[in-house]
């Protein structure tokens, strides 16, 4: 593609988007989603404030860890991005060949009939009559003089509609390679800055690797970091019930409401027909109560061994899923569910080992509703699939989902790291019902 072509594919005017108010649903939902972020941060900040005052090694990596997965994110979206300027400027390259070939066609068409008046002549329609021809002949002529003058003017016509959007899509161009070019220097800007961030955690790491590792060997250190885990699922736990609880709330009401309206409309209809005679109604016209039912949420499923597997789009309930779900990453699986943990107690989930970067997947559709640093997991992401059901990915290098957004099974939501003060790269994988930790390898398969 020739820089010439992407300028004037660039330049293609879009159409105009006019900001619609939003309706009331969408309102209600984006109060909804404002309000449980405001919960979760409230609870964030709680649980910092609330952590006991033995500070661990590994919090002094948490400032710099945050940072990277906060640049990851803006990059991870600034490619996003990036990805969806260049599908338009690949179906605006398409648009703009059609749009020649029409001009091209148009001007052979507009030489052609250039060409066939210039060999009938063009004379007017006195002369015509004044040379004596014949009456109809003349008749013939004056109409076919007219049909090309009027075929002729269209052409002009489509031949200027043509050029004036050709002279847009010039005048477009220059304020699109202004946009590309911004986003190509702000993705320099964060690898630059990622760098930085990466070379202090490094020199960071290095001086403290010692204590870190000390310290998460000492007896207690786990407990207390599964302590605040605990507390953090509890208090999700609520939040979300609460959320849940108003949504059937919230439904209940607009349907009582509809019911309202319908039995309105329908008094109003008996008051129209009030003259005719009226049949007595009978007990199986009588309104039936409504009955309103909140909609069946969804549930999770789990793992084994060397996992060759990623999670793959999935759609019903999250429990349908259980023994046939994915881990959300490929690696192997080195600590088990209630295998002993270095340092005391039992793993409550299952920790796979993978390179640094790679692909960290949700395992199922759902909503995140935890996305922050957090001791003893580092970059942590919990994802809720509805009925009670969650799943917690920890030791992240970088979080590129934020809470209340949505993803689907198989959505890239995180990438592989060390995060936490972890010795080694790789996932922690959580699956929990009620708030209760449940073995994710008796709902995955690895086969």
């Keep these: ?99 020649n070939s029409t001009l091209n066609l148009q001007q052979s068409q507009l030489e052609k009939l250039l060409y066939r008046q210039y060999l009938r002549g063009t004379p007017d329609s006195l002369q015509l009559i004044l040379n004596g021809d014949d009456p109809n002949q003349v008749a013939r002529d004056l109409r076919y003089l007219a049909a090309i003058a009027v075929t002729r003017a269209d052409l002009m016509g489509e031949i200027q509609a043509t050029l004036d959007k050709k002279k847009a899509l010039a005048e477009d161009a220059q304020e699109k390679a202004s946009e590309l070019l911004t986003l190509e220097a702000h993705q320099q800007e964060r690898h630059s800055e990622l760098k930085k961030q990466r070379a202090q955690r490094q020199a960071l790491y290095a001086q403290i690797s010692e204590k870190v590792s000390a310290q998460r060997k000492e007896i207690g250190s786990l407990q207390r970091d599964e302590k605040r885990m605990t507390q953090l699922i509890d208090r999700l736990s609520k939040i979300l019930a609460a959320q849940a609880a108003k949504s059937v709330r919230d439904a209940e009401i607009k349907a009582r409401e509809a019911s309202r309206l319908a039995a309105a409309a329908r008094q109003r209809e008996a008051e129209k027909d009030k003259d005719k005679p009226k049949l007595g109604t009978t007990s199986s016209e009588k309104e039936t109560p409504l009955v309103v039912t909140p909609n069946e949420v969804r549930r999770p499923p789990e793992v084994t061994a060397e996992n060759r597997y990623e999670p793959a789009p999935s759609d019903g309930s999250f429990l349908r899923q259980k023994g046939s779900l994915r881990l959300p990453v490929r690696g192997n699986v080195a600590g088990r569910y209630g295998s002993p943990r270095d340092g005391g107690g039992t793993w409550k989930g299952v920790f796979i080992k993978a390179g640094a970067g790679s692909d960290v997947k949700a395992v199922a559709n759902g909503r995140v509703v935890f996305a922050e640093w957090m001791r003893g997991f580092g970059n942590l992401l919990i994802v809720d699939h509805g009925d009670a059901y969650l799943t917690i990915y920890g030791n992240n290098d970088s979080l590129l989902k934020q809470v209340g957004q949505a993803v689907k099974g198989g959505e890239k939501v995180a990438t592989v790291g060390n995060s936490g003060g972890n010795p080694d790269s790789g996932l922690y994988f959580e699956l929990r019902h009620q708030g209760q930790p449940i073995d994710p390898m008796k709902w995955a398969s690895l086969k």
């Design 1 to 99: 593609m020739t820089l010439a072509t992407i300028l004037l594919a660039l330049s293609l005017p879009l159409p105009a988007t006019t900001k619609k108010p939003a309706s009331p649903e969408i309102a209600d939902k984006q109060a909804d989603l404002g309000e449980l972020r405001g919960r979760i941060d409230n609870l964030r900040k709680e649980l910092s404030n609330n952590e006991e005052n033995k500070v661990d090694a590994g919090d002094r990596l948490a400032e710099v860890e945050r940072q990277i997965s906060r640049l990851q994110r803006e990059l991870y979206e600034l490619g996003e991005q990036r990805g969806h300027l260049e599908k338009k400027l690949h179906n605006l390259e398409q648009q703009s060949k059609t749009l």
